[in-house]
């Protein structure tokens, strides 16, 4: 495999692995734009992404999520080390 691949392949996983913030879920899907828009100015940043989507019964509601590299919290999780009990004899 060569680096180009393995780069291509360490990136499309990231994107897969985004955990995105919601940041609304609204009755109106003008309301919802209002608030991707309010988003938008409040970050300045063209890393920003924002989802409008449809929820709910019958996709009546617009919920708004937002992801930015800012948000990613680091994947290391802690190891937890069992205690080993000694026999007693």
Same mark, same amino acid.
């Given at each position: 495999? +060569?680096?180009?691949?393995?780069?291509?392949?360490?990136? +499309?996983? +990231?994107?897969?692995? @985004?955990? $995105?913030?919601?940041?609304?879920?609204?009755?109106?899907?003008?309301?919802?734009?209002? @608030?991707?828009?309010?988003?938008?100015?409040? $970050?300045?940043? !063209?890393?920003?992404?924002?989802?409008?989507?449809?929820?709910?019964?019958?996709?009546?509601?617009?919920?708004? @999520?937002? $992801?930015?590299?800012?948000?990613? #919290?680091?994947? #290391?999780?802690? !190891? @937890?080390?069992? #205690?080993?009990? #000694?026999?007693?004899?």
């Amino acid at each position: 495999m +060569s680096e180009e691949t393995a780069n291509i392949e360490r990136s +499309s996983h +990231s994107e897969a692995m @985004k955990i $995105w913030q919601k940041a609304g879920t609204f009755n109106e899907y003008s309301d919802a734009a209002d @608030k991707a828009r309010e988003l938008i100015a409040e $970050w300045d940043d !063209k890393d920003l992404e924002i989802r409008i989507r449809r929820v709910g019964p019958g996709g009546e509601q617009f919920r708004v @999520k937002y $992801w930015h590299p800012d948000l990613i #919290k680091s994947s #290391k999780k802690a !190891k @937890k080390t069992k #205690k080993r009990k #000694k026999n007693v004899e």
